[in-house]
């Protein structure tokens, strides 16, 4: 299984010195030592859309969005959930941050999940550097390393 850590954010806005790319940069590698990951960006969400269109396995790719709206797990459900997942033989995993206005009725129709971090607003940069630690500590909590001790 690979994982597409996707988010909608204009380049014109974004730097690859700043702190949070290189905390997202670093969990992202953490996340390599379990499964091929890699970090995406999009300048719109119909610019995410169309890219989910073009097919890049035989099995379409599992859509996660975050969205205040959505679904709110502790990092042992989110593992589970992963875990699920991957022993059900999907191949790709896509989560995905959003646009600033948050996520056009489109794009949610189109998530297989809609995955909340609470109702607070998160800047961008850090919701990715949140999504890609949860990530990480989902792995190793299937892989019973002692990151995650519980709490």
């Not at 948050?102 to 850090?126: D, Y």
Request: glycine share 8%; aromatic share 8%.
């Amino acid at each position: 299984m690979t994982i597409d850590l996707a988010s909608v954010y204009p380049r014109r806005s974004q730097s690859r010195s700043d702190p949070p790319a290189l905390m997202a940069a670093d969990y992202i590698s953490r996340i390599n030592r379990y499964l091929s990951c890699d970090l995406r960006n999009f300048e719109s969400e119909s610019d995410l859309l169309n890219w989910l269109d073009r097919p890049a396995a035989r099995v379409p790719a599992y859509l996660i969005l975050l969205d205040s709206r959505g679904k709110q797990l502790s990092s042992e459900e989110l593992g589970g959930t992963v875990g699920r997942l991957r022993d059900s033989g999907m191949q790709r995993l896509i989560f995905a941050v959003g646009p600033a206005d948050g996520w056009s009725e489109k794009g949610c129709a189109r998530a297989n999940l809609l995955l909340s971090f609470g109702r607070i607003t998160l800047p961008h940069q850090l919701a990715r550097v949140v999504l890609a630690e949860q990530l990480y500590r989902a792995l190793t909590i299937l892989a019973g390393h002692p990151y995650h001790c519980g709490h």
